[in-house]
């Protein structure tokens, strides 16, 4: 029992906290943070919960001195208030990511084994534990030129991993590409625990709410209780010292110092966007706006910056990664690849460029876009094209 207690104030999002916390957990919202913020340690939990807030914002992977007490589950049920609240799609991506890495270092640093396997039992999962470690295949050692045996401590029914890996749509993670003996999935413990982490993202993740009237209300109920007024305003505030930042992070200029963003194609401009508000991206995805922004001379430490709102971000292996793909040079997906691949956005944009072409005004003599890069200089000819016209016209009235 002391065990699940101990678990659930580390891991607080787990469903068994409404069993062993009903007090807490089954309590009205109003009437919860009425609690939380009358009782003794309100202080200490307001500088908890901003820290996390501030932390997200400046796009930290940790938050100093992170508490695993029973303080913690008040912190994370307020989290979630404060998310729908706010009812910002951007911050929520923040904070899940943020504290899906918190959650992913927390199991990674565990000591041994057996809370993994009890969080998975928490969560409903069909896993299965091996001790000792079963083999399930052979990998060769490029530099060795020798055979390695491929074990692991864990299995999990197909099913559940489907669910768990259908946001992470990395081709390694399809169940094509993975191990499977009687419907069980052969997985390593760290990738069990980048599915868990992705699980925990998912559950503070937010859709902006259609019934506005009612969180309205709700919110103007709750801001009555002092303490939680002071502590979402300051995190409003927080959020304004740093939302300028965030809106402009994707903009470069060129030596002319026109602004690239007006020239991305569709394709781009969604990544951008995905990253902006922190939704994982698949390796195609990283690998094509990586190559297309380095193809336009945009900053290493740019592009790495980019990637800080992900789930997975690690500075250290993106920017030799960037780095890398900077020496070798790629050349970025062509049209054809990006339709492949379904990353072409010209429809869903409705990109007059992308979908009828360019050059002559008969549609029948119009050339096909080949290429992003292409849209990029095709564009921006246009605009220093347009710029001319205006100039000269305006010379003309001013004479």
Same mark, same amino acid.
């Given at each position: 029992?002391?065990?699940?207690?101990?678990?659930?104030?580390?891991?607080?999002?787990?469903?068994?906290?409404?069993?062993?916390?009903?007090?807490?957990?089954?309590?009205?919202?109003?009437?919860?943070?009425?609690?939380?913020?009358?009782?003794?340690?309100?202080?200490?939990?307001?500088?908890?919960?901003?820290?996390?807030?501030?932390?997200?914002?400046?796009?930290?992977?940790?938050?100093?001195?992170?508490?695993?007490?029973?303080?913690?589950?008040?912190?994370?049920?307020?989290?979630?208030?404060?998310?729908?609240?706010?009812?910002?799609?951007?911050?929520?991506?923040?904070?899940?990511?943020?504290?899906?890495?918190?959650?992913?270092?927390?199991?990674?640093?565990?000591?041994?084994?057996?809370p993994i396997y009890d969080i998975c039992?928490?969560?409903?999962?069909?896993?299965?534990?091996?001790?000792?470690?079963?083999?399930?295949?052979?990998?060769?050692?490029?530099?060795?030129?020798?055979?390695?045996?491929?074990?692991?401590?864990?299995?999990?029914?197909?099913?559940?991993?489907?669910?768990?890996?259908?946001?992470?749509?990395?081709?390694?993670?399809?169940?094509?590409?993975?191990?499977?003996?009687?419907?069980?999935?052969?997985?390593?413990?760290?990738?069990?625990?980048?599915?868990?982490?992705?699980?925990?993202?998912?559950?503070?993740?937010?859709?902006?709410?259609?019934?506005?009237?009612?969180?309205?209300?709700?919110?103007?109920?709750?801001?009555?209780?002092?303490?939680?007024?002071?502590?979402?305003?300051?995190?409003?505030?927080?959020?304004?010292?740093?939302?300028?930042?965030?809106?402009?992070?994707?903009?470069?200029?060129?030596?002319?110092?026109?602004?690239?963003?007006?020239?991305?194609?569709?394709?781009?401009?969604?990544?951008?966007?995905?990253? #902006?508000?922190?939704?994982?991206?698949?390796?195609?995805?990283?690998?094509?706006?990586?190559?297309?922004?380095?193809?336009?001379?945009?900053?290493?430490?740019?592009?790495?910056?980019?990637?800080?709102?992900?789930?997975?971000?690690?500075?250290?292996?993106?920017?030799?990664?960037?780095?890398?793909?900077?020496?070798?040079?790629?050349?970025?997906?062509?049209?054809?690849?990006?339709?492949?691949?379904?990353l072409c956005m010209a429809s869903s944009?409705?990109?007059?460029?992308?979908?009828?072409?360019?050059?002559?005004?008969?549609?029948?003599?119009?050339?096909?876009?080949?290429?992003?890069?292409?849209?990029? #200089?095709?564009?921006?000819?246009?605009?220093?094209?347009?710029?001319?016209?205006?100039?000269?016209?305006?010379?003309?009235?001013?004479?």
């Amino acid at each position: 029992m002391s065990s699940t207690f101990n678990l659930l104030n580390k891991y607080p999002w787990l469903p068994s906290l409404k069993d062993y916390y009903s007090e807490i957990a089954s309590k009205d919202p109003s009437e919860f943070v009425s609690e939380a913020f009358s009782n003794e340690f309100s202080d200490e939990l307001k500088k908890r919960i901003i820290e996390l807030f501030k932390a997200a914002f400046d796009n930290l992977e940790k938050v100093s001195d992170y508490k695993t007490d029973k303080l913690n589950i008040y912190a994370y049920l307020l989290i979630n208030i404060l998310l729908y609240v706010l009812d910002n799609q951007m911050i929520a991506n923040r904070i899940a990511n943020l504290y899906s890495k918190i959650t992913y270092d927390q199991l990674i640093k565990e000591k041994n084994d057996y809370p993994i396997y009890d969080i998975c039992q928490n969560l409903g999962l069909k896993v299965r534990y091996y001790e000792p470690p079963i083999s399930y295949g052979k990998i060769i050692r490029k530099r060795e030129g020798e055979y390695q045996d491929l074990k692991t401590n864990f299995t999990i029914h197909f099913i559940d991993y489907l669910k768990l890996a259908s946001n992470l749509r990395d081709e390694y993670r399809k169940l094509v590409h993975n191990s499977i003996s009687g419907g069980y999935v052969f997985i390593q413990k760290k990738r069990i625990i980048r599915l868990i982490q992705e699980y925990v993202r998912n559950k503070l993740l937010i859709k902006k709410t259609e019934d506005k009237a009612s969180l309205k209300s709700f919110l103007e109920k709750i801001l009555e209780i002092q303490g939680f007024k002071d502590l979402f305003n300051k995190i409003l505030n927080a959020w304004t010292e740093r939302k300028e930042e965030f809106e402009y992070v994707f903009k470069i200029n060129l030596d002319d110092k026109e602004d690239l963003l007006t020239l991305y194609p569709p394709c781009v401009k969604e990544i951008l966007r995905k990253a #902006q508000e922190g939704q994982n991206l698949i390796h195609n995805e990283r690998l094509f706006i990586v190559w297309f922004l380095l193809a336009l001379n945009y900053p290493v430490e740019k592009v790495v910056d980019l990637f800080s709102t992900l789930p997975d971000f690690d500075r250290e292996k993106t920017t030799y990664q960037v780095k890398f793909a900077k020496k070798k040079q790629y050349t970025p997906y062509k049209c054809l690849t990006l339709k492949s691949l379904n990353l072409c956005m010209a429809s869903s944009y409705k990109d007059e460029l992308c979908l009828e072409g360019y050059g002559s005004k008969e549609p029948s003599e119009r050339k096909k876009l080949a290429h992003p890069l292409a849209y990029t #200089q095709i564009k921006q000819y246009r605009a220093s094209k347009w710029k001319n016209n205006t100039n000269k016209q305006l010379g003309k009235e001013n004479e």
